[in-house]
């Protein structure tokens, strides 16, 4: 091993030579030169490589060419290794600091220009914003330094290497270091100069930093200036133009805060900004600044005064293309639709995104959560032994890490909490850390979710409590043990306010139970909200042998150790289609609530500090889902906090149709992230008229028979349905199985006092076991009357005495044809069930079923314990469109509540069909696609669902919650579907 090397890698100090301390990452208008753009790259396998390509001289003319910024294994097609995968695991031997001799080493080099009128400059630094893992710079020849922190930015002066004219960067970067140990977040591992590169000229009398500590107390604001410059760099002026403010600093010594009368404060409702420049005669800044003061009083998250609600998203950088490579454009796109899913706060999990992110952060309006880069996750599996948080040898590092995060972003309004890092254990270090950071800013709290028992950090934060959990810490009564606390550590940390950090893990179809957490915020205001895991799935775009495209995760790359489609867990699907789950999210988190009340309804503002000024109220009433009447409602502004009760209009009620009315509230004028008329918004009021059902006729003069029967539209042989309105059906068929969800497939501990599951087992291992995905029938008895038909069925599963009794009657109700379908389950069903109901298979022929149209909840799909989004309506959709592109296939598509459904082919009815509730009002759901249960459940990846134009309806009496146990609870009890009698009753009619 090369002495650089092991130097580097036993060195867990994080920069040498030339390396500068951390300041800002300012606006100035002092000369710059990116450096982005191609330079000549190699690859090594190994860091052992000679260094002679650092050489002025060296030639690289047979290198090739790559992109600067960008992660080496997303290019040239595999040429430089692929992407790795993990959650918790090291993909390297535990041995720190060390790492392997087979450590990707990335030889980088450029040409650039120095002009020549920057022999002005006192200095020239070289900026890199981002290199994972450790580098080693040199230029023109002359070693520089190097520095580790993947996720943070770090300057080198280069002046006494420089010339006026052509010079030569070269710079080596290590996929593994020591630092590796500290950055074992759960993300792809993805080497290289993946941020921006800077020269920048520092002018003698420039200003090196400069730190806006901005305020807001009873409607004045507040600002606080540091400045960091030369004695000689005075005076220093400060302007906002805006209000008409400069002030003229002759000397440091001279530079006072500042009272701002008449300043509209900050938040992230009304991210108000004001332009301020700070100035030397050399060199002027530009800083947006936002005036809000952040603050805990006593159990309460405060800022100007008035307590948060976090309604938050952890965002990690990852783009399908780019990795962790920024586009301003995409993430500015991607905090648009944030806010128009009514997510107000983001988590900057787990490192300082590019600073550009806080500008938009900013500007947009979100409360943010910046995270230091540091995880050391790895080091669980040892029972945290050798864990570097709790290691002297590991202080600075840590210290440098924060200092960088910390000063880089300091002046960001939207920064209300600084986070320490991420799992990583507990420690002297973090202790550190946080020390640090109150002494430097004491104007935000710190976080760290790993400070179980509150030592060194000021809110409490878990992740993943279950809804009793999270009640037990919002509550001052219970004496409930807290995780990991002693009684009187628990008490401490129920003087803090709390949030949790990471919850709602919304991997593949879920989560469930996003009310319910909702619900907690309101009713214990110790609880400040959460931030969802996570924003978006981290699909790596990837093309299959036969040159399909398609969303690749851990495996995918042939990678050694990898945990599979844990990185596949976000809101929104890889290629920025949001998930239903995100529709629920945006209908639960909505900041206006409506609670009917005979004829009037209260509208009540849930904001931070804003009014409703920017609202409008719309409602219109539906007959079975068709308009037939509309208007405005007429609202008085509300203020934060505030209610106020509306009449409502009148509704027009039919007699013979379900009569819905709904509300919403929507912008009155466009935003920067949303038009004018924008839903923030919705509720419904059921007003039909009550409709019975009609009563079940009960067939007095059944007689045994077989052979080939006609009811109407049923063609039947052997007591089997073999045509319905011309066209071949098979079934229906009991159907109990559904293709696990990643939550059916999780095995997490937390059973939420549901008897039916089993802690550490999954639901899903527990229907295999019990053969729901292999249910086979034995025919007990085909009957025959007047104008109807019964079969009475057995269904069980190979090696199992389980079984379900299905009597299906079909009969001709004057000229309308119904089935009935009564489903007993034997008693000893151990487990929850997946679904209990029917399925019609719909072979293609010459027009195959390709459509839906619908009256019932729609327009996405929805489950029990996810149906906040989902609205009583009339609905279409193709069949392709009613199921969703999870990156690993599963359940999918079932919409609830139906009560009419046409199928359609090429736009033409084939088939209608209308629900019959059961007699506890109950209708059922359901589900067309072109694939089984079975079939969906085989597959990894959506290219591995064969072929199909069979079309598949599935009537569904019930199914089962979703949870989070993926990571996280169960289902709630009351969402879980147990073994249990149901009945289904269709009206069934040709097109
Ligand atoms: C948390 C962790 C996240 C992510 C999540 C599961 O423990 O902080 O980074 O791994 O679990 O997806």
């Keep these: ?487 009187a550590q628990g008490a401490r940390q129920r003087t803090k306010p709390f949030l949790l950090c990471e919850y709602a893990h919304a991997m593949g179809n879920g989560p469930g139970a996003l009310d319910q957490y909702e619900a907690l915020v309101h009713e214990h205001p110790r609880l400040h909200g959460g931030f969802v895991w996570e924003w978006r799935d981290h699909g790596i775009l990837a093309t299959t042998p036969d040159g399909r495209p398609y969303y690749a995760y851990g495996g995918d790359f042939g990678e050694v150790v990898h945990d599979g489609n844990f990185v596949m867990d976000g809101m929104l699907l890889s290629d920025d289609v949001p998930t239903p789950s995100l529709h629920e999210y945006k209908a639960v988190a909505a900041p206006v609530r409506f609670a009917f009340d005979g004829d009037e309804v209260a509208i009540t503002n849930l904001r931070h500090s804003a009014d409703t000024s920017d609202l409008r109220f719309r409602w219109h009433v539906e007959h079975d889902g068709t308009p037939v009447d509309s208007g405005d409602l007429q609202v008085p502004v509300v203020a934060a906090g505030e209610s106020a009760q509306v009449a409502l209009p009148r509704i027009p009620v039919s007699p013979d149709s379900e009569t819905w009315l709904t509300v919403d509230a929507v912008l009155a004028a466009q935003t920067a992230w949303a038009p004018d008329g924008h839903v923030i918004a919705t509720v419904q009021l059921d007003r039909s008229a009550p409709r019975p059902a009609p009563a079940v006729r009960r067939e007095p003069h059944w007689r045994r028979s077989d052979g080939t029967l006609t009811l109407g539209i049923a063609e039947f042989v052997d007591g089997s349905l073999v045509r319905l309105a011309g066209r071949a059906v098979a079934g229906p068929r009991l159907e109990l199985f559904r293709a696990p969800t990643d939550n059916d497939e999780g095995a997490s501990q937390e059973v939420e006092e549901s008897d039916a599951s089993i802690a550490g087992v999954s639901n899903a291992e527990l229907w295999r076991r019990d053969g729901l995905d292999r249910l086979t029938t034995r025919r007990l008895s085909v009957d025959r009357a007047a104008s109807a038909l019964r079969t009475i069925a057995k269904v069980s599963a190979a090696n199992s005495a389980l079984s379900v009794i299905v009597e299906s009657v079909w009969s001709l109700e004057g000229d309308e044809l119904e089935l009935r379908v009564e489903i007993e389950p034997s008693k000893g069903w151990p487990t929850v069930w997946p679904r209990i109901g029917i399925r019609f298979d719909l072979p293609d022929g010459a027009a195959p079923v390709d459509g839906a149209e619908w009256f019932g909840l729609g327009p996405l799909e929805s489950y029990p314990d996810s149906l906040r989004a989902a609205r009583t309506g009339r609905f279409s959709s193709t069949i392709g469109d009613l199921s969703v592109d999870y990156a690993r296939p599963q359940e999918t598509g079932h919409r609830s509540r139906l009560r009419q459904l046409t199928l359609t082919s090429a736009g033409t009815e084939v088939l209608r069909i209308v629900t019959l509730p059961d007699t506890r009002g109950r209708r059922p759901g359901f589900t067309l696609s072109r694939h089984t249960p079975q079939q969906i459940a085989r597959a990894g990846h959506p290219f591995q669902l064969p072929d199909s134009t069979t079309s598949h309806l599935i009537v569904d009496a019930a199914q089962h919650g979703l949870g989070s146990r993926a990571c996280g609870p169960d289902v709630w009890p009351e969402f879980a579907l147990r073994p249990e009698a149901r009945t289904i009753r269709l009206r069934i009619a040709a097109g």
């Design 1 to 487: 091993m090369p002495s650089r090397l092991s130097a580097y890698v036993s060195d867990t100090a994080p920069g040498r030579g030339a390396l500068r301390t951390a300041r800002s990452w300012l606006h100035s208008d002092a000369p710059r030169r990116s450096l982005n753009g191609l330079w000549r790259f190699r690859l090594s396998p190994t860091a052992s490589t000679a260094e002679d390509f650092a050489a002025e001289d060296f030639d690289d003319g047979g290198w090739d060419g790559i992109p600067v910024p960008s992660h080496w294994v997303l290019q040239g097609d595999g040429a430089y290794g692929r992407p790795i995968y993990t959650n918790v695991q090291f993909p390297f031997p535990i041995d720190p600091p060390h790492v392997p001799d087979e450590n990707p080493t990335g030889d980088y080099r450029r040409h650039f220009d120095v002009p020549a009128d920057w022999s002005d400059a006192e200095r020239v630094v070289l900026r890199f914003d981002g290199v994972e893992s450790l580098f080693t710079l040199w230029v023109n020849g002359d070693e520089i330094g190097g520095a580790a922190g993947s996720r943070l930015a770090h300057e080198f002066d280069v002046t006494s290497s420089l010339r006026p004219g052509d010079n030569v960067v070269a710079v080596r970067v290590h996929q593994w270091s020591a630092a590796s140990y500290v950055e074992d977040q759960d993300q792809w591992w993805l080497p290289g100069i993946f941020r921006d590169v800077t020269l920048i000229a520092r002018p003698a009398g420039g200003i090196e930093d400069v730190w806006l500590r901005t305020g807001f107390d009873g409607g004045r604001g507040r600002i606080e200036t540091e400045v960091t410059a030369d004695a000689a760099a005075f005076p220093v002026t400060l302007r906002l133009p805006e209000l008409g403010i400069e002030r003229v600093w002759a000397t440091a010594a001279d530079v006072a805060p500042l009272d701002v009368d008449g300043v509209e404060p900050w938040s992230a409702e009304r991210p108000r900004l004001y332009d301020v420049t700070v100035s030397t005669s050399a060199e002027s800044i530009t800083l947006r600044a936002g005036f809000r003061t952040v603050e805990i009083r006593g159990d309460r998250f405060l800022v100007n005064g008035r307590r948060v609600v976090f309604h938050g998203m952890n965002r990690h950088e990852t783009h399908p293309e780019r990795g962790r490579v920024f586009d301003e454009e995409h993430a500015r796109e991607d905090l648009a639709r944030m806010k128009r899913f009514n997510v107000n706060a983001i988590r900057t999990s787990h490192y300082p995104p590019h600073p550009r992110l806080l500008d938009l952060a900013d500007e947009l309006g979100f409360w943010v959560v910046l995270e230091c880069d540091l995880e050391t996750h790895g080091f669980d599996k040892l029972g945290w032994a050798g864990n570097p948080s709790d290691d002297p040898a590991w202080r600075e590092a840590y210290l440098d890490r924060i200092r960088r995060t910390v000063e880089r972003d300091k002046n960001h309004p939207s920064i209300v909490i600084w986070s320490l890092g991420n799992e990583a254990g507990t420690g002297g270090n973090l202790a550190a850390m946080s020390a640090w950071v109150h002494a430097r800013d004491p104007g935000r709290p710190v976080h760290y979710e790993g400070d179980h028992a509150g030592e060194y950090t000021d809110v409490y934060s878990r992740m993943y409590s279950s809804v009793l959990e999270t009640e037990e810490i919002g509550t001052d009564g219970s004496r409930a043990p807290l995780l990991n606390c002693t009684p």
